[in-house]
């Protein structure tokens, strides 16, 4: 017999789940997962299970690693100097197959590229019927790369298990909820979530916490004390208003003015919080869209409070109402604490909240533009809002956080916050004037200038138009002109809730030997959009550059053809492309993450697609050469050609593409063209070929990628700056535009299987 550590319940000595609660046998695993745990759907203890996975791995990993390092141990095993090219491991040069990842040393592209005899010149792949396409002779080929490579391997066609995605199962979520409420109930104890504990773990890293010395305790609401006392029942919902929320510590306005914005519509609220009553066991629903997915989680109804004043920390419900804090509380859970929701832009709570297609709009104008663009350019803008009011679309924005240098006392003057996020209510053409009627998430603080409340213009007749005794009640909002809101703002944040359009959303995995990709097969015409998100972008160390690129298929060969859209490349945690009217036919849509080409990493993402009609979505991987084929095309649709030598083209992309990518069409069917890139000068930069000086031979007949560069810190502007020297040879070495060595024909030399696959010159006529 066995007694179970929650309900102490005695269990025969072979059962491995408690019969009363359902938690493990603590002799099973050392420890208890939970009374929910035999509801592997919804895991509470999660983190315990990744990290004996992780342990797992690592005994994997160390085994294998030992098991190659002969009677000499693992240490005299990396001294040695054969680094394995996929996973870089120094393996033995003895062995021929690497010690981690089972890569055999005969397939290392290093040593497997095609070499001409004739004339030397080196190529990753082999020309076609061996022909050089330097010098025309039928060379003998020293050495051909192995069918096994991984660039020449066929790409995977099969979709993987989520090609429909399944996003939860409400079936499981429900059966769970009535689990836990019936336990509950049987043994009167209200709900612990015991996967977000009721400690300084659950707070995070929150360093005004800390400065201030605050006591916690977690209370449930029978024992919080709020403004409104004992005057309402606690609830979760009673008639929601964009007032009612009253943001606490924490610095997530990005979120609580994208609350504000759908406490205008009840119809949205009730889709995310599924339990609807006061739970008197403290259970709840709650569903929110996090990285392009939607999850169901349940929380209880603790809170962090004072210990001495016993009110609430963070998000506050007026009116004693709940939604808010368990919003709040959610979305803590599922990013692993409070503190890990500071700082946002309203467009990521848009989409958290909503699931749908969000739009940022910058508003800061290019300073490089003429008067007349930039006055065209904020016409542009103004219709734009309008017309996502007219469609019923949720708007937020940002003020004193984009680009502009911001002076704080500036915006203090005026009465506006900066790095804060705003709730936009309404647009509106009231006669010669143009308006917008926007709310502070904190209730206080708001616009002191034109059309304000204290603004002596103000009539009767213009009160009773903009309902300015409502605007006078309802807590930190106001009324603004459009001109002062471009000088103040900086960008505008809509959510498109297209009614009647349809999602499909795909977990993927940004891998440069595994490339993902999205065949589209459009039946009738229809609009789409196609969104990618990054994964744990909120609780990564660094963002990455990501894009969208959607092609018409060329028939042919199935890769991707003319660039039909394409989102801006950027290193935020979301892109998105516009809404896109698409005729009959069979679509290629390709997402990447460039920087994984360089540090060979995955980045795990999401990919979204929203249209207006059902448009069949088929997910696959494939080899990089279909993403590098994306890029080409992207440069030939938007780089305009530059011949600085006969038949030699140029194309440069770097608008939308934080920045900068450059290629080379040799055209010549005799001579080599030899290209010398400088990008020295940059700055917050990244390269593709891990340095900012490349030079590079390309064969007659060829297409190469030369560099690509990428914004390195989002949070600091970026420069680009380049220098090209070109010319035609019969040769296919360097020489004196070699830096490093005189017989090089790269530099710098292509050793890593991601730089051949993005890089390595390609026949432009096959």
């Known amino acids: 017999m066995w007694a179970c550590r929650y309900c102490t319940f005695q269990n025969a000595a072979g059962a491995n789940l408690c019969g009363a609660c359902g938690s493990e046998n603590p002799k099973n695993r050392g420890r208890s997962n939970g009374f929910l745990s ?53 393996n033995d040069p003895e062995t021929s197959y690497c010690g981690r990842c089972n890569f055999h040393r005969s397939n290392d592209i290093r040593s497997n590229n095609w070499i001409c005899q004739k004339c030397n010149l080196q190529q990753p792949v082999a020309p076609v019927n061996f022909i050089c396409p330097l010098c025309k002779k039928k060379a003998p080929k020293i050495i051909v790369q192995s069918a096994s490579s991984p660039l020449l391997t066929s790409p995977r066609s099969d979709p993987l298990l989520y090609e429909v995605p399944v996003i939860e199962n409400s079936n499981d979520v429900d059966k769970i909820y009535e689990n836990v409420v019936k336990f509950c109930k049987d043994h009167r104890q209200p709900f612990i979530d ?17 400065k201030s010395h605050i006591d916690i305790v977690w209370l449930r609401p029978s024992e919080i004390y709020t403004k409104d006392g004992r005057i309402c029942p606690w609830k979760v919902f009673n008639n929601p208003k964009p007032t009612d929320i009253e943001q606490g510590l924490l610095g997530n306005c990005w ?29 709840y629903k709650i569903r929110l869209c996090v990285d392009g997915l939607f999850r169901t989680v349940l929380v209880d109804d603790f809170f962090p409070c004072h210990k001495k004043s016993r009110s609430m920390i963070f998000a506050v419900g007026r009116n004693n109402q709940l939604w808010p804090s368990l919003m709040e509380k959610a979305l803590a859970k599922i990013y692993g604490n409070y503190g890990n929701l500071k700082a946002g832009r309203a467009v990521e709570g848009l989409a958290t909240l909503t699931g749908s297609p969000c739009e940022h709009i910058d508003l800061e104008v290019d300073m490089t533009m003429s008067p007349n663009e930039a006055k065209q350019a904020l016409e542009m803008i103004w219709a734009r809002l309008l017309s996502a009011k007219d469609a019923n679309f949720l708007m937020g924005c ?17 009465g506006l916050m900066t790095r804060h996020a705003y709730s936009i209510l309404d647009v509106r053409q009231y006669g010669p004037h143009r308006l917008l009627r926007i709310r502070n998430p904190w209730g206080v603080g708001t616009w002191k200038g034109e059309w304000s409340l204290g603004w002596p213009g103000w009539d009767s007749s213009n009160k009773l138009e903009l309902n300015y005794e409502q605007t006078r009640k309802d807590t930190g909002t106001f009324w603004m002109p459009f001109e002062r809101f471009t000088q103040y703002f900086d960008s505008v944040e809509v959510a498109h809730m297209n009614v009647g359009w349809t999602a499909q959303r795909f977990p993927i995995e940004l891998n440069w030997e595994q490339c993902p990709i999205l065949r589209i097969t459009v039946i009738e015409p229809t609009e789409i959009c196609f969104t990618l998100f990054q994964r744990n972008a909120r609780t990564a160390l660094d963002q990455v ?3 969208l690129l959607v092609h018409r298929e060329d028939q042919s060969n199935k890769q991707p053809g003319e660039l039909i859209i394409r989102s ?40 979204v697609m929203h249209s207006a009609r ?4 088929k997910f696959e991987t494939t ?56 990008c020295s000068s940059s700055q917050n930069v990244l390269s593709s070929r891990a340095d900012l000086t490349v030079a590079d031979c390309i064969p007659p007949l060829h297409r190469q990628i030369l560099l690509i560069l990428t914004h390195c810190e989002p949070s600091q502007s970026f420069i680009v700056q380049h220098q090209l020297n070109q010319r035609l040879t019969k040769h296919a070495k360097l020489g004196d535009f070699s830096f490093r060595s005189f017989d090089a024909q790269n530099e710098p030399a292509f050793i890593r299987p991601s730089t051949i696959a993005l890089h390595g010159p390609r026949p432009l006529y096959l």
Not at 194 to 210: K, T, V
Not at 572 to 601: N, W
Not at 614 to 617: I, M, P
């Open 398 to 414: 940002s003020c004193g956080a984009g680009r502009r240098i911001v002076k704080e006392e500036k915006h203090s003057r005026v």
């Open 194 to 210: 015991d996967s977000f504990p009721h400690s300084s773990r659950s707070i995070g890293n929150f360093r005004s916490l800390e």
């Open 568 to 607: 801006n490349r950027r290193c935020l945690p979301s892109v998105r492309t516009e809404d896109k009217f698409f005729e009959p036919g069979h679509y290629i849509c390709t997402a990447m993450s460039l920087q994984h080409f360089v540090e060979g990493k995955t980045v795990p993402a999401t990919l």
């Open 545 to 547: 550059d990501i894009v």
């Open 614 to 617: 059902y448009v069949e979505a």
């Open 623 to 678: 080899t990089p050469d279909i993403q590098r084929q994306s890029l080409v095309q992207m440069a030939l649709a938007e780089g305009t050609p530059i011949e600085y030598l006969p038949n030699v083209r140029l194309y440069q992309i770097s608008n939308n593409f934080s920045g900068l990518l450059l290629m080379i069409d040799n055209l010549q069917e005799s001579y080599c063209v030899q290209v010398k890139a400088d």
């Open 38 to 90: 035999k509801f592997p759907s919804i895991s509470f203890n999660g983190a315990v299970n990744l990290i004996d996975n992780a342990i797992d791995v690592f005994r994997d990993v160390a085994t294998s690693s030992s098991s190659s390092s002969h009677q000499n141990g693992i240490i005299a095993q990396v001294l040695q100097d054969w680094i394995c090219p996929r996973c870089q491991l120094n």
């Open 255 to 283: 979120l609580l003015s994208g609350l504000a914005v759908i406490a205008e519509r009840p119809e949205i609220l009730e889709k995310i919080v599924l339990t609807k009553s006061y739970n008197v066991h403290g259970v």
